[in-house]
């Protein structure tokens, strides 16, 4: 699931959630307003269930987390 070797690198988990991390670690995001960004600037074919794999995994591995207001924020 997290590694497909017969994708394209920019359609595989590992790339959305090093994306992920670059984005927010400057500004916060909502979820919704985080994958507009990430098809805008790095794969505007990128498809929303990988986009949450991606965000699952960086919130499983503690490097990301929702704050109250709901926006998520780099750790």
């Keep these: 699931m997290i590694i ?3 994708s394209n690198p920019k359609d595989t988990v590992y790339y959305t959630a090093a994306c992920i991390m670059e984005v ?5 995001y909502s ?3 985080l994958y507009e960004t ?3 600037q790095y794969n505007d074919s ?3 269930s990988i986009y949450l794999l991606s965000l699952n995994f960086l919130f499983l591995i503690d490097k990301i987390q929702v704050s109250r207001e709901g926006f998520l924020k780099c750790l």
């Design 38 to 40: 990430l098809k805008v």
């Design 24 to 28: 927010i670690s400057s500004n916060n």
């Design 46 to 48: 990128l498809e929303y």
């Design 31 to 33: 979820v919704e307003g």
């Design 4 to 6: 497909d070797r017969d």
